[in-house]
C-alpha cells in the first residue's frame, strides 16, 4: 500500500504539491496565529505585571507570619517563588495621605519599585520616594536634600521607580528599617508557582499559615491570566447559562473565557477546523482525478480498505512531512515580524529612566517593555493530532464517496445536474453563455459548496477588519474617556472633598501657557439624582450598596424609598463647550449642543452599563426630566455627601435631559471612582460649567486635563504647569505622555497583528480558491474539448472561461456581501458590544477594503481559470475528446 | 471535383528513441460525394489519419487541402472557423455535451458563428429525419447509444459541411444500430450531397461504403474506387 501511495504521489507531480502546500499552509496558519495569541496574551500578562505588579495575592499577617515566610518556600501543595515584604510604619494624612513603608527587596522588585537614583535609606530621618512623590511633595530634585513631612524633615537618599497607578490616593515614602512609626501593618505579597493551580496553592498556603481567606487581595490583573481562581464546570456554566434567569449565551462565552480561555483555546479550535476544510478540499478535488482509477483498482478487485490504506497512507505521509515544515515557516516568519514590532518599543524604558527627576511618571512610560514571541507548543500538539486524526477520517470519506460512484458512473460523467427541459437554442442566445451556466448552476449542492468555499476567506478578512476598525475606534475612545490617557497632562487634588478646589486663576494660568492647548477645565460636586421610579436591573447597585467606603461615606449608593422610589449617588461635572463637543462619539440617544445645554438648562446622563455591555438609564430617554439635589458649599462637610442633612444643605434642581452617553471624559477621583471602583463606570450627569455656577455656584475646578503644543518640549510644560499649581493645596500634576505613546504603539501593535492574520487566511483562502477554479474548469476539459473540437475559436473559449471565473468572482462576492452583512455583521455586533464591551461599534469596513476583496476575488477566480484554460487550449483536442 | 487531397504525409510522434512514425507518406484524393471507409487495424494510423485531415493535428510532413485550400497555411482561428464551416465531426464515443438536451447539443456548432442565423427548420428536419425529433428535450445520457450516435450525426451536418469524418462511429453499438447508423449517414450523404470518411475497423461495415481505404502500419496498402469517373487516389 505504501508503494501504491507513493507511486501515486509521485505520478500526480501537481496534485501532490497542492495538498502539500495547503498542509504547509494551514500547519503555519494554526502554529502561527496560536502562538501569535499566546504571545500576545503572554505580553499582556507581562504588561499587567508590570502594571499591576508581579505578585499574585497579598495577605495582612501578624508579625510572626510575617517574620517567618521566606521567598522559594515549598510547603503541602504549594511553591512560593516568591514572597516581598512590606511594612507599613507610619501614615500622615495631612494635605497627602502618605505612607511611610519599610519594604524587603522582593517586595520592590515585585512592585517594580526599583531603585533608579542614589541610595535607599539607611538612617531613622532617611527617605527614599519615587518621582511623582517628590514631585508634588516640592522636592527640589538634588540627592541629599531635605525634604519636610508632617512637620519633620527627612533627607532624600534615593529615588525609585513609580507605581504606575501613581495617582492613587495614597503615597508611599520608603524609610529603613531603623525608621519607627506609631505603628505597624504587615503585609506579604505572595507570588506563587505559575506552573501550577494558583487558587490550590494559595489555599495550601493559608491553610499552613492559618491565614483567613478574607485577608487576601488577588492581583485579580495578573492572576485573570494564570487561573487565579477555580474554574466553575463547562457543563455547569452552560447549564446555568441556559437555565437561570440571570445566564444568557453572553454569560456562557464570558464564563469560559474567564474560565477556560476561549479566545485562545476557540480560535485553536476554529484554525483546527479551518485547516481540515482547506487540506480536505484540496484532497478531495484531487482525488476526484483519479476516481476512474480507484474504479478500476476496484474491478481488478483491490479492497475498500486497501484503497482507503493507500488514501491515508498518501495523506499522512504528506502530513508528516508538511506539518512540521508548516509550523517551522508559520512560527519563524511571525516571530521575525513580531521582533520587528518591538523595534516599535526600542530604548523606550532605558530613556526615561535616565532622566533626572521631574514631573515625568517613569513607570508609566513602561507598558510592554519587552514584546517576545513565545511558541504555542499546546496548539500544535492539539492540532497536530487532531489534523491527523481528521485526516484519516477524511480519507475513510473519500472511499465511501467512491463507494457510492460505479465505474461505469465515472465514465458516463457529470449527470448529477438538474434537468430542465427548456430548449435554449429556439430563441437567439448566445450557447456559449448557456454552456457556462449549465456547467455552474446545473447541480445547485456543488455551486453553493464552491460559492461557500470562495467567500470563506474574504468574510474572515472582512470580519477580521471590521473588528481591527472597531478596537482601534474603541481603544481611541478608551483612551479619551479613561481620566488622563485622553490628555497628556492632568492637574487633580489628592482630595476627596469638595472643598478642596483649583483656583480658576490657576487654571487661567494653564491655559494662558505657551506650551499648552486643549487645556479642559471641569468642575465637579457629588449629587444625589431622586425619584428614580425604577430600576430595570434590581442587583445593578447591590455591591456597591454593600461596600463599606461607600456605606460609610455616603450612606449607600442607591438607597430605595418610602413611596417606592429611589435616590441614587452621582458625580456632577461641569465641562468646557470643546470637551463637551468630544463627548458627540459617545453619544447612544439624543444630541449634544452647548449652546442648548445653557440655555434649557438640560442635562447629559452617562447611562449604566451592566457586564455584557448593555446600557440603559431608568427607562428615561432625551427629554424625560431628573431631579438633581448637590450639597451647597457655604458650610460643606463631607457628612452633607449622606444627604441626610436638612434640607437647607442643598439646592435640588429638575434638568431635562438632552442625551445619553456611554462614558464620562474627564472622571472624578476619590468619590465614587475609588478603591474597586476606580476605573468601572460610575454614575454620572454632565453639564457645561457655565450651569454648574449658575445652579450650583460653583466656581473653581476639581481636575484640569491638557495636552503639550505641538513644539513644545514635554518636560519644559510640565515644568510649567507644576509653577502654576505650587500654591493650590493638594494639587498634584501626573504626565501621561510617555504612557500615550506606549499605548498608541501597543494599539498600532495590535492592530498589525489583527491585519496579519487577517492577511495570511486570506491568503490561504486565494490558494484555494485558485484550486477549485482550476479544478471546475479542469473537471469539464473533455466538454470544453467537444466544444473545442465543434468549432469554437481560442477567443469565444477564452471568452467562455472568462464567464466564468467573472460569474464566479462576482457570484463569491455577491454570497461574502449576503453573509457578511445579514449574519457575521450581527454576529460580530454582538460579540464586540456584549462580549468584548467595545465602546460604539461605529467603524465600518473601508470602502476601498471591501471594493478591493470583491475586485481581488474576481481578478482571483479569472486568473484562476484563465491558466487552466490557457493550458487546454494547447493540448490536443482529440487527447481531450478521449479523456474520461 | 476533389474535395479533399492529401500530399505525402507524415506524422510522428514521440522524440529520439522513443520516436514512432504513425503515418508515413501517404498521398489521397477524395471526391465530392464520396462515402470512403478507412479500415486499419488498431494503431494502424487510421484515426490519426482522420484527425489531421480534420485540422484536429498538425500534420509532421506533407500538406492536407480541402476544397482547395491548403490547411496547414491557416492560422488558429482561421482554421477553427474552416473547420466549423466545412467540416462535421462524428466520434465513437459521441462527444455529446451532458448538460445539454438534444435540440441544443444540435444547435451547439451554429451559435458558434456570431449573429449567424440558426435555421430552426433546418434542424427539425434533421432530427425528424434522424428519427429523434420527440427525443429532442432529453439528455443524452437518457438516450441509448444509437440514439446518441444519431444526435451526434444531427449535429455534425447541421452546419451543412462539405466533408464528414466519422471515427468509428458504430463502435459502440449492437449489429441492428450499426445498420441504422450506416443507413442514416449514406442517406445524409446523398441526400446533402456530403463526402464521408468514415474510420472502421470492421471490414463488413467498410464493404458497404463506396470506397475502402486500407491504412496498415501508418501506410495505405490498398484502394477499391466505387466512382471511378470523378477520380480517385494514385496508389490504388
Redesign the interface.
Known sequence: MLKLAWKYMRYYKNQTLAIFASIILTASLLSGISSLIYSSQKNDLANSKTIYGDWHYYAETDKETYESVQSGEQGDGYLLERCGKMEIRDVIAEEFLICFIHTDEAYRQMAHRDLLKGVLPEKEDEIAADGFVLSNLGFSGDLGDSLRIGGKDYTVTGILKSEWDASSGEMEVFVSDSFTGRGSQTFLYLGFDEEEKLYRQLDAFLREYEIPSDAVVNNEEVTRYLGGEEPAGIYETIKFGLTEEEGNFTYIVLKLQSDYNLAYNGMVFLLCLFSLFVVYSVFSISVSKRTSEYGILKTLGVGEGQIGGTLILELWTMFLAGYPLGCFLGNGILSLVYQKFSGVFGGKGAGVTEKSLSVADQTLAEGVSEVRFCLSWDAMIFGFAFLMVSLGFVALMVVRSLRKQSLKEVM????S?T?R?K????R?????G??VR??MF?NKRKVIGILLSLSVGGCIFLCTTYMAENLKIHAELSLKSDDGLGSEYRVSLKSNSLGDTIPEAAADKIKNMPGTERVYATKFTFGEVTRIEELEWDSFFDDQNTDDYFVSRYGGICLPQEDGTYKIKYDVYGYEDELLGQLDEFVLEGGIDPETLKTGNKIIAVANMDGQGNYYFYGRRPGDTITLRVPKMDHYTDELLKFQSGEENYIEKEFEIAAIVSRPLAREEGFLQEGFYKDALMPGLIMTNEQMKENFGIVDYSFINASPAKDAVTEEVSNQILQAIRDVPKAVLVDYSAAIKTQKNYLRQQQIFFSSIAVILFVISLFHIANSMNHTILVRR??Y????????????FYKMILQTGILYGVLADVVICLVYNLVLRRVMNYYMAHILQFLHIQAGVPNRVLFGIMALNVAIAVAAVIIPAWKLARE???SE??NF | MSILELRHIGKTYGEKENQVNALQDISLQVEEGEFAAIVGTSGSGKSTLLNLMGGLDNPTKGEIFIKNREIGSLSRKELTIFRRRNIGFVFQNYSLMPVLNVYDNVALPVTFDRGKHINRKYIEELLRELGIWEKRRKYPNELSGGQQQRVAIARALVNKPHLLLCDEPTGNLDSATTIEVMGLLKASCRKYQQTILMVTHNEAIAQTCDRVIHIEDGRIVTGKRRFPEKGGDEEC
Open positions: 458516463s460523467g457529470d449527470t445536474f434537468k427541459r430548449i435554449y437554442a429556439l437567439p442566445v448566445n450557447m456559449a448557456v454552456v449549465k456547467f446545473s473533455r466538454e474539448g467537444i466544444i473545442r473540437a465543434m468549432g469554437i475559436t481560442d477567443i469565444g490536443n483536442i482529440i475528446i478521449h
